[in-house]
């Protein structure tokens, strides 16, 4: 199924999650979405193990990432054109 407006599609948790630890550190993400795959010695393999088993925590994750985009988004707009 084609979905152009949907920004996670295509995307994998994987990638979701690796782009979320980048932006943010495992500290500041533990402390916006408080579980402990992202608290207590963290790793992208075990955060994927307990994301994909618990639909809750995976709709906060996405939810984030949507965030993130749209504040990079607002960011590049508040910044202007390149000189």
């Known amino acids: ?26 500290a500041e993400l533990g402390a916006r979405i408080p579980v402990r795959c992202f608290t207590h010695d963290p790793s992208i393999k075990s955060s994927l193990k307990f994301l994909r088993k618990t639909p809750w925590a995976r709709e906060k994750v996405e939810g984030l990432y949507l965030f993130m985009l749209r504040e990079a988004r607002r960011n590049d707009e508040l910044a202007g054109p390149a000189p």
């Open 1 to 26: 199924m084609h979905q152009p407006r949907n920004p996670l599609h295509g995307l994998t948790l994987e990638a979701i999650v690796t782009a979320l630890v980048a932006r943010y550190g495992w």
